[in-house]
Nanobody, 115 residues
Framework: QVQLVESGGGLVQAGGSLRLSCAAS????????MGWYRQTPGKQRELVAV???????NYADSVKGRFTIPRNSAKNTVYLQMNSLKPEDTAVYYC?????????WGQGTQVTVSS
């Protein structure tokens, strides 16, 4: 069993910051990557940022320069530091854990940015 526990969502004004966290536990084995996706009603889930076990990171163009994805490998935890938030960042944010042959989603956490 693998569990992903997310925290840190909430309501913030435009221009503000939030930090999400996602902790993985259980029968994890080798991690390929951990990342964050987001989804709004009627739209497909989209990649926000991903950090590979090798240290590389990848960001959606819409968040480059504003979001970072720090990771604590020893604790199997990934964060999403979100700065200069915009109303269009409003979404449910999901953590994703990629192992060698399978992947897991977190339960999702709501982020709402008011204008």
């Amino acid at each position: 069993q693998v569990q992903l526990v997310e925290s840190g969502g909430g309501l913030v004004q435009a221009g503000g910051s939030l930090r999400l966290s996602c902790a993985a536990s259980g029968d994890i084995g080798s991690i390929k990557s951990m990342g964050w996706y987001r989804q709004t009603p009627g739209k497909q889930r989209e990649l926000v940022a991903v950090a590979s076990s090798g240290g590389s990171t990848n960001y959606a163009d819409s968040v480059k320069g504003r979001f970072t994805i720090p990771r604590n490998s020893a604790k199997n935890t990934v964060y999403l530091q979100m700065n200069s938030l915009k109303p269009e960042d409003t979404a449910v944010y999901y953590c994703r854990l990629d192992l060698l042959f399978r992947y897991y989603w977190g339960q999702g956490t709501q982020v709402t940015v008011s204008s």
